[in-house]
């Protein structure tokens, strides 16, 4: 019940529905179901079509606050053959459409609101035509971002968008997913050279053609990158070809404190001026380093601080770091500490890296829930600084830590979900956050997508005129709704 | 310093691979799958490595037993900082029966021919936990049931390494292009005096058998009755 109530603090409010039209409950069978599971049988045969209760559940959620919206039933397509086929008898009978990589979203972008058939795709697994000399690897959406780095562990390439959780690759592009390291490699948006797409009646396009990978293109409309990003309710995403790059021949990972926000802001802004290639740059605020050290009994100065990491070549590496100290210092920075062997750099990021953990300790017991608006740089210091105000006023625990190279930054809002009072004060907080971004030229959604709860706030974001155009790219490729409805617009 | 070191790296099918047996039962299926190094020779490879860059040891040799294939983890095993390779050349039917004990005869003989000091494997059997090299004796901390045991040996040596013994670097592209310049020599079984005949025959390989899935019961009544009728009690 206590769930209940930070869901629906959460949601927005639902569209108005015709009066008697009852959301589909799930374990409700319908003739028509019943003859679209009997078609999926004889594709994917029995393994292939799931309608336990426990499996539907499990497909139905993600790592989002939203509550569990399971589908009414799971489908396991081991090609991209059987997902047109599904996707085709979906289509006739008129189901909802839902893709399902790893369920590791954070925007609530899996749950069926109006039942539906999930697609499974983990069965899916295999990485297909890795080109080393033209850095480029095509994988289908069962692969991780950790499974593909295994596999290319012994080539010299890596896959470097990196946002945290082992996420499957397609769901990475998906959501135009991002990272702690998309300072220097880019987000999804840059790194996907192709997909293979199964539209909602179960046709199958490829974005730059069937097995095109040159790394630049200027033929016809960029179709690759309006999929990127569109949260399944475009198509299915069945492969994509992705951008690779040289595992860094060395790392340098360093720690810096400074006085304020500003200072830590400035000196970003200054290092990424210098020219230098920074890798990650981290910021953490006074509570989220205050966390960090009761978590993993540190002691850093409670103070806003950076976490950085170098690649290079040894020789490139002192450069870069040499540079990089010098602006800290001239910024107000103090207590400077940089290392280069593995262990060492794993201890000096152990705290960046716990964040999420160290929060939750801060009061424990209660939920975590991450806010994600990105500004330009130049207005980073004034919107964390107006929102740490909004924070203290409020009464509201909230540390933060941002891609600060990005002008990206997340409040971990932690919060007791059985106190309505405060589960109310996080949804005005979220919102008003969400709104001064927007304010600051920014905008609600920096890498953790659209899903179920922003969609009022990219209608403020985009304008009438360009979710016209939005509404009518999806009316065209999906007339009849069927591809994840509810999500994104 | 004369030291050098022999790594033992094994051409193995990837861990990320699911294992499928043949529908003859003879094996499992190799053609096609996914190849590389086995994580415990890596971890062989790297201390190896490390010993060099602390300049406890001269020379790193990285030898392999197989077909033309094992040059690709050789070359692995020298863009991680191995100086050179050896490449055992066995194919065919006698890969195929290849086993521990030709293998260790044939790792004996190239000991003794390039005059290692040190033999450093992937485990099965004591496992190293740390390595250090104190003049011209091997002090090794290896784990035991009981904790940690330090004992000092003479060189020459053989030690296995264990998981917890280091984590290996990744091969850089500017490695990877230095390692193509290394050598590889090769060499055959006989050349080292060692008979490849096995004793040992592989009648059949099958998988393991696949989980049941489970029941759900009702009443304390119906699981004594399924239980019965399973013959468990």
């Known amino acids: ?489 | 310093m004369a030291a050098r070191v022999l790594v033992g790296v094994k051409r193995v099918i990837d861990y990320a691979v699911k294992i499928r047996v043949k529908p003859d039962n003879t094996g499992v299926v190799t053609d096609g799958v996914k190849h590389s190094m086995n994580p415990f020779c890596e971890i062989a490879v790297e201390e190896a490595v490390r010993l060099k860059e602390k300049k406890l040891v001269k020379e790193v040799v990285a030898v392999s037993c197989g077909p033309q294939q094992v040059q690709e983890t050789i070359r692995t095993a020298l863009a991680m900082g191995a100086d050179r390779g050896i490449h055992v050349e066995v194919s065919g039917k006698d890969y195929d029966t290849l086993g521990p004990l030709q293998v260790s005869k044939i790792l004996a003989a190239l000991a003794k021919k390039e005059e290692a000091s040190l033999v450093i494997l992937g485990k099965q059997g004591t496992f190293a936990s740390e390595v250090t090299i104190d003049g011209d004796k091997i002090k090794v901390i290896r784990e035991i049931d009981g904790g940690l045991e330090t004992i000092k040996i003479n060189m020459p040596a053989v030690v296995t390494a264990d998981l917890r013994l280091n984590t290996p670097r990744y091969a850089t592209l500017p490695n990877i292009m230095k390692a193509k310049k290394k050598k590889i020599a090769s060499v055959k079984p006989g050349e080292l005096g060692v008979d490849l005949t096995s004793r040992l025959e592989v009648l059949r390989v099958e998988e393991p058998a696949q989980r049941q899935a489970g029941v759900k019961v009702e009443t304390v009544e119906d699981l004594v009755g399924k239980l019965k009728e399973a013959g468990r009690i």
Not at chain 1, 320 to 347: C, L, P, Y
Not at chain 1, 420 to 438: I, M, N, S, Y
């Open chain 1, 1 to 489: 019940m206590a769930g209940a109530l930070l869901r629906s603090a959460l949601r927005l409010k639902p569209r108005l529905r015709p009066a008697g039209a009852e959301r589909r409950r799930y374990s409700q069978r319908s003739e028509g179901l019943e003859r679209a599971v009997a078609a999926f049988r004889s594709v994917s045969g029995d393994e292939g079509v799931s309608l336990g209760e426990a499996v539907r559940e499990q497909h139905g959620r993600d790592e989002s606050v939203h509550r569990c919206r399971p589908p009414d039933v799971v489908v396991f397509p081991r090609c991209v053959e059987e997902v047109s086929a599904l996707a085709k008898i979906c289509h006739e009978h008129q189901l909802p459409i839902i893709p399902f990589g790893t369920g590791t979203g954070l925007e609530g972008g899996v749950g069926a609101l109006k039942g539906g058939v999930c697609f499974s795709l983990r069965n899916m697994d295999q990485v297909l035509d890795l080109h080393q000399e033209d850095f480029d690897v095509t994988v289908e959406p069962g692969v991780t971002r950790k499974a593909l780095n295994s596999y290319l562990r012994d080539t010299g390439l890596w896959f470097p968008v990196d946002p945290g959780a082992d996420a499957s690759l397609c769901g990475m592009a998906s959501t135009s997913a991002s990272g702690t390291n998309a300072v220097r490699y880019g987000t999804m948006r840059e790194n996907v050279l192709n997909l293979e797409v199964v539209l909602a009646d179960g046709t199958i396009i490829h974005t730059a053609g069937r097995g095109r990978r040159p790394r630049k293109t200027s033929a016809g409309y960029n179709l690759t990158n309006l999929f990127v990003g569109s949260e399944g309710t475009l198509g299915i995403l069945t492969k994509a070809t992705l951008r690779l790059y040289g595992i860094p021949e060395s790392m340098v990972s360093a720690v810096c404190s400074f006085p304020s926000v500003q200072a830590a802001v400035d000196s970003t802004v200054q290092v990424l001026q210098a020219g230098v290639p920074i890798a990650r740059i981290e910021f953490l605020d006074d509570v989220m380093i205050g966390a960090c050290n009761s978590f993993n009994s540190l002691s850093y100065p409670v103070t806003p601080t950076l976490f950085l990491e170098f690649h290079g070549s040894s020789k490139s590496l002192e450069e870069q770091v040499s540079i990089t100290e010098e602006i800290t210092r001239d910024n107000g920075g103090s207590d400077f500490a940089w290392a280069e062997d593995e262990e060492t750099r794993a201890k000096l990021w152990k705290a960046r890296h716990d964040a999420w953990y160290a929060s939750l300790a801060l009061r424990p017991g209660c939920k975590a829930y991450s806010t994600d608006v990105c500004v330009p740089l130049s207005r980073l210091p004034q919107i964390i600084v107006e929102t740490k105000e909004d924070l203290i006023r409020n009464n509201l625990t909230g540390p933060i830590a941002g891609h600060v190279g990005d002008g990206n930054f997340h409040c971990i809002m932690v919060l007791d979900p059985n106190d309505p009072d405060e589960v109310q004060r996080v949804h005005e907080f979220t919102e008003r956050l969400a709104r001064r971004a927007l304010a600051m030229d920014g905008t609600c959604t920096g890498e953790h997508g659209v899903g179920l709860g922003k969609r009022a706030l990219l209608r403020e974001e985009l304008g009438p005129m360009a979710m016209e155009v939005m509404q009518g790219l999806k009316a065209t490729l999906d007339p009849k709704n069927l591809m994840n409805p509810g999500k994104v617009l």
